[in-house]
Nanobody, 112 residues
Framework: QVQLVESGGGLVQAGGSLRLSCAAS????????MGWYRQAPGKQRELVAS???????NYGEFVKDRFSISRDNAKKTVYLQMNSLKPDDTAVYFC??????WGQGTQVTVSA
C-alpha cells in the first residue's frame, strides 16, 4: 500500500513563503511522476505543479514563477517551495503520485 505523507502547511501572511514536503512509503517513487494539487472551498481540485522522473516540471498558470517543485529520489520526497503567497493561494494542498495515489492533504492559509 502506497502512502504519501504531506507536511509543511500552515498559516502565513501575504507575501510570505512556505515549503511543503511529501514523503512516499515505497521505492517506486523514483519511477513515478509526482505532483501537487490544491482545492479551495467550493472549487475544483487543480494542478499546482508536477515533476516527471526525468525532472521535467509543469506548473499551473496561476503559479507565475512563484512556486518551485523538486524531488529527491534518495529520500523519496517531493517538495513545493511557495513564495510570494497570496490570499487566493489558501487551499488544501494534496500530494499526488502517478497514476492515482493521493496524500491526505495539508492546509495552507494565507492571510491578507
Amino acid at each position: 500500500q502506497v502512502q504519501l505523507v504531506e507536511s509543511g502547511g500552515g498559516l502565513v501572511q501575504a507575501g510570505g513563503s512556505l515549503r511543503l514536503s511529501c514523503a512516499a512509503s515505497v521505492n517506486i517513487f523514483s519511477s513515478r511522476t509526482m505532483g501537487w494539487y490544491r482545492q479551495a472551498p467550493g472549487k475544483q481540485r487543480e494542478l499546482v505543479a508536477s515533476v516527471s522522473t526525468s525532472g521535467r516540471t509543469n506548473y499551473g498558470e496561476f503559479v507565475k514563477d512563484r512556486f518551485s517543485i523538486s524531488r529527491d529520489n534518495a529520500k523519496k520526497t517531493v517538495y513545493l517551495q511557495m513564495n510570494s503567497l497570496k490570499p487566493d493561494d489558501t487551499a488544501v494542498y494534496f500530494c499526488w503520485m502517478f497514476q492515482d495515489v493521493w496524500g491526505q492533504g495539508t492546509q495552507v492559509t494565507v492571510s491578507a
